[in-house]
């Protein structure tokens, strides 16, 4: 987990929650753990309890204060929706009622309501408690009838039935007793600094082109191609059609967080976690991507290899970063050398982070994206399909990088050195002409250099979206070193030459995908890049007038008459995570736009 001061966008340490993770969890789950924070927690089974909220990749878990037991509320993939509610909860008062921060999350349960059986005995694969009534989803949260010295207690047993929840390995610790016995049972200890209550009396709560991999490659346990298990996609194109007739049984429910701290970072890392999670898990749909991330080195299904340590990792890098940083080393080797780079940070996250603690290998990536993009501009004025390869690896490269690595200090601290200014050249150098022609120059692959202009232009797109992802994050940070916010990357761009038609065939790309009659279901990788134009295209309409005008005045017809929300729905699989999410956007892009 990544720790750092106040103000950040990260979390602090909790010594004793820290260490209670690390002896009840796997490690693999450990390491992925994203932050965790103290919040009020409400839902149908939880009333108004002080508890630990811990995000990982894939979900979020709820653990008494102080931790006892750790419990799974839910995945990711049954979010719907992350959202800040304005308003000021009765049961707090002063300060913590003016400062909270009430974070609504709705998701759907994975089974039927079931009745009258304590969620502790029942067995793990029956339902959950009736909905609560649909008035709670705009209305206070209700006034506590009982207190004990000051802070919220547990709810009755009765009504004390939790979400459907997974229990992880028992505890390795004899001091941590069997999870299955313990649960929400007893009041929680109360925080050293609690949140303060109201003094009436409370009731309980709570794809690119591949060349073979150098020979170093096999440092990195990256398997071949054909050594990827050819079952998976059958079994889980049966799991998808299990879970679109399962669908019908699911409910919607709500989880409500209240974060008493005015430095919460609880939903920002929310909304980081969800976006990661739905765009890598409708990547994992596609079977080129699924093997690119695949750490089997052995067809037969179990045989894998087990995790390399983070210190092997660490000495992996710093021996391929070494082959990358080398003088005069050629186009094909430097190729190679990050086709491997790349490949290993898909499925590797202890990469991706040890990437961020050095600045000499992305200052090497930026600077020879600028002479390879930008230097056959000024010279010969055209793309070579040498050029626009190398610069799409780079971009792509550096869009992984990005991946769930936002609790990593390093990234920031980086990003943010003297005034922006690696962020900045990055910006400037991943725009580029989409209109520049191109030139079939020794071109290391049997392609047309158009198709390797759009290539380029959509790796682009997804790493601009990262980057406009970490602005949301400081746009919401009361911190004054955290100003790489959306605003300043779009100002940072807004001289650009070529930044008007660089966005304007981002626009007319996500017409083209949305008003072909003869295209049926978007893939997942194109399903993927369509929610990354959009998210880039409403950004310009919120954050800066000059891109809305330009937009509105260039595409204002097209979106009306040809991008529909209906049109959208047949083309977007609705088994797809990422689906729900970019309709939404596409909604609101159409609102802003036809103004």
């Given at each position: 987990m990544a720790r750092t001061g106040s103000g950040s966008l990260l979390s602090r340490r909790n010594i004793k929650l820290d260490s209670f993770l690390k002896r009840n969890t796997e490690r693999t789950v450990y390491e992925r753990i994203r932050a965790y924070e103290p919040c009020v927690v409400i839902s149908e089974t939880v009333n108004k309890v002080y508890m630990h909220v811990v995000l990982s990749d894939e979900r979020v878990?709820?653990?008494?204060?102080?931790?006892?037991?750790?419990?799974?509320?839910?995945?990711?993939?049954?979010?719907?929706?992350?959202?800040?509610?304005?308003?000021?909860?009765?049961?707090?008062?002063?300060?913590?009622?003016?400062l909270c921060q009430h974070i609504r999350i709705t998701y759907v349960t994975e089974k039927p309501a079931a009745k009258g059986r304590d969620w502790l005995r029942r067995d793990r694969r029956e339902g959950l408690p009736p909905a609560a009534p649909p008035s709670r989803r705009t209305s206070h949260c209700p006034t506590i009838t009982r207190t004990l010295e000051g802070y919220p207690a547990q709810s009755d047993h009765s009504e004390n039935r939790m979400e459907e929840v997974h229990m992880l390995p028992p505890p390795r610790s004899a001091s941590c007793p069997n999870p299955e016995t313990l649960g929400l049972l007893r009041v929680p200890q109360p925080p050293s600094q609690p949140p303060s209550t109201a003094t009436s009396p409370s009731s309980s709560p709570t794809s690119s082109p591949t060349s073979p991999l150098s020979p170093s490659a096999q440092r990195l346990n990256i398997p071949e191609p054909g050594q990827v298990p050819r079952r998976i996609g059958s079994v889980l194109s049966r799991l998808l059609r299990r879970d679109c007739v399962n669908s019908r049984e699911e409910r919607e429910a709500e989880l409500h967080l209240y974060a008493v701290s005015h430095t919460s970072?609880?939903?920002?890392?929310?909304?980081?976690?969800?976006?990661?999670?739905?765009?890598?898990?409708?990547?994992?749909?596609?079977?080129?991507?699924?093997?690119?991330?695949?750490?089997?080195?052995?067809?037969?299904?179990?045989?894998?290899?087990?995790?390399?340590?983070?210190?092997?990792?660490?000495?992996?890098?710093?021996?391929?970063?070494?082959?990358?940083?080398?003088e005069e080393i050629s186009v094909e080797s430097l190729y190679l050398l990050l086709q491997e780079l790349r490949t290993a940070a898909h499925r590797n996250i202890a990469l991706r982070r040890l990437f961020w603690r050095s600045s000499e290998v992305i200052v090497f990536l930026v600077q020879t994206l600028e002479e390879s993009l930008h230097g056959c501009q000024s010279l010969s004025g055209v793309y070579t399909a040498d050029q626009l390869l190398l610069s799409t690896l780079i971009v792509q490269t550096l869009a992984v990088m990005f991946r769930e690595t936002e609790v990593e200090p390093a990234r920031l601290n980086l990003l943010s050195a003297r005034k922006g200014a690696l962020a900045s050249r990055m910006l400037l150098a991943l725009i580029c002409d989409p209109e520049l022609q191109t030139q079939n120059q020794r071109s290391l692959i049997d392609c047309e250099p158009q198709a390797l202009l759009a290539e380029y232009l959509d790796a682009a797109c997804s790493l601009l979206f990262e980057l406009l992802l970490l602005g949301h994050e400081a746009s919401k940070c009361s911190s004054a070193d955290n100003f790489l916010s959306v605003g300043w990357i779009l100002r940072v761009l807004q001289p650009h030459p070529h930044l008007l038609s660089f966005i304007g065939y981002q626009a007319q790309q996500v017409v083209l995908v949305l008003s072909d009659p003869q295209e049926s279901f978007l893939s997942p990788v194109q399903s993927v890049l369509l929610f990354q134009r959009c998210h880039l295209l409403l950004a310009c309409l919120q954050y800066n007038n000059q891109l809305a005008q330009h937009l509105r005045s260039h595409f204002r017809e097209e979106f009306r008459y040809f991008v529909k929300l209906s049109c959208a729905e047949e083309k977007l699989p609705p088994h797809y995570p990422i689906s729900q999410p970019t309709l939404q956007l596409i909604e609101q892009i159409l609102t802003l736009n036809l103004r």
């Open positions: 878990y709820l653990t008494e204060y102080p931790p006892r037991t750790l419990t799974t509320v839910f995945s990711f993939r049954r979010v719907r929706d992350i959202e800040l509610v304005n308003d000021l909860p009765d049961f707090l008062r002063g300060k913590d009622r003016e970072r609880l939903y920002l890392h929310l909304l980081s976690s969800w976006n990661s999670y739905i765009i890598k898990s409708t990547l994992m749909l596609d079977p080129l991507y699924r093997g690119r991330c695949s750490a089997s080195s052995d067809s037969s299904p179990g045989k894998r290899l087990p995790a390399i340590s983070w210190e092997r990792t660490a000495h992996l890098f710093a021996q391929l970063s070494s082959e990358l940083l080398q």
